[in-house]
């Protein structure tokens, strides 16, 4: 079959390697000029998601790119001595396989896994879909026989599909900011932040682009609009000026930064991610929330899933409802660990801070055996690791 995906992030290019791997021609159409770099936060990788990197040949690459960090140190403002965290030995302990890597790291090793074998267009975007004709915005009409939106939360291909996306999307509280900081001097291998009730500000040291990070709560949405970055800016100068610490060192880098991102912690819920000839893959139609929900490791299996369920069922119907039926309870699961994970991660009151600091401490004092033992009944953990991954022909 004709087929086109709309993204080239995660779900894309993992979803067009396994589809042009059985047989299909697979097109990629993605609105940037070029592969995102050094834009991206860091993502885990779970036991799921790392076998399927295993099965691409790709699990190496992965792990010789992951972002190495070991410590996490946090400090309340007025905070003499921070909370920290070895949190490369805890994850062993508690995760076993497992990988932390920036995102559009991940994204690079997905898309030269199968670049020889996908036609991908660049600098495009989809402007219609009638049946099997497909419209764009740049080059000529063409007819493909299925169209698979993997275009993110903002899904285009959601959105002309299913309608607008304020159908389906649930704001859950929170808001996230990266930034890249290109000159920025620390200790690689470090997350050194400063944590206050509703805000969270820290500092990724990674081996090539530092990344800064905020991550706040607020009591209702905010006015502003996706794409508008000065007007992001400004709301977390407003959010995070009297913070210090690290919020204060990003403040200073925002109006300079080469790439920055900005976005709501929002969850996507819909009864359905298929309709005639499109289904979505990931955060298009999925996602459980940006930095809490686990969503790429989701993105991850459900691309996975659906071109494995397209060669179990040649007829794209049966395909589609049996990819939703193997995915909806990891998704359902995934929502609603997300919910709680953003309230843990910025605590919304001085006791829930004050715990947080706490548990930080006295995790890092206990042994192996007891970690597993608090670990093993984590909802978190148990989402993305308890998933089985099916076995498909070819």
Known sequence: MRILISGASVAGPLAAYWLARRGHAVTVVEKHPALRKAGGHAVDLFRPALEIARRMGVHDQIRDRRTGVELLSFRRPGDARPAEIRIGALMAKSAGDHVEIMRDDLSEILYEAGRDHV???????????????VTFEQGPPREFDLVIGADGLHSNVRRLTFGPESAYSAWIGAYLAVLTLTDHHGTPGRVDGIVAVNRMAAIYHHHENVRGLFMFRTSAPLDYHHRDAARQKTLLKEHFADLGGEAAQLLDRLDDTPAFYFDSVTQLRMDTWSKGRVTLVGDAGYCPGPAVGGSTSLA?????????ELAR??????AFASYEHELAGYVRRSRAFAIGAAKRLVPGTDRALRNLVYGMRVLNRLPAPAVRLLTASSVGLRVH???????YPG
């Open 300 to 308: 991850m299996v459900g691309a996975y899933v659906m071109a494995g």
């Open 313 to 318: 069922f040649p007829d794209h119907n049966h």
């Open 119 to 133: 036609e991908y267009l660049f600098g495009d975007s989809i402007v219609s879909v009638d049946d099997r004709l």
């Open 385 to 391: 690791t308890s998933f089985r991954l099916p076995d």
